[in-house]
């Protein structure tokens, strides 16, 4: 609880923008962590820049989600934050759909 206390601010600021709790504590630990870690996958990205760099490229649905947010960002003109937004909602929601990466959510039949 102590590391939440020293970035309140900095987290509420997130908050204010739409993003929740989680999303804005994920944002903040970027910008304060040596290395920068993917949103999409948590793998640590090298020469990244923290708060500038968000996916990294080691996976399909990473490098999708980085052309989603420059799609938004330089397509739409929409300002950083948002796109951000707009972008980690839609992998939320896929996220439910198909579930966490590397696991296979198929069903199989049980033959009797």
Same mark, same amino acid.
């Given at each position: ?6 970035? !309140? ?9 739409? *993003?929740? *709790? ?5 944002? !903040? ?25 968000? *996916? ?57």
């Amino acid at each position: 609880m102590e590391w939440i206390e020293e970035h !309140v601010n900095e987290i509420e600021r997130y908050m204010a923008q739409g *993003f929740s *709790f989680t999303v804005s504590k994920d944002l !903040v630990r970027i910008h304060h962590t040596a290395k920068a870690r993917c949103l999409r996958c948590g793998d640590s990205m090298k020469k990244a820049t923290n708060g500038v760099s968000y *996916f990294c490229t080691n996976r399909k649905e990473c490098r999708t989600a980085q052309r989603k947010l420059k799609w938004q960002m330089y397509h739409h003109r929409v300002p950083r934050e948002r796109a951000l937004k707009i972008v980690l909602d839609s992998l939320d929601r896929t996220y439910r759909q198909e579930g966490p990466i590397g696991e296979n959510n198929r069903t199989t039949s049980i033959m009797q």
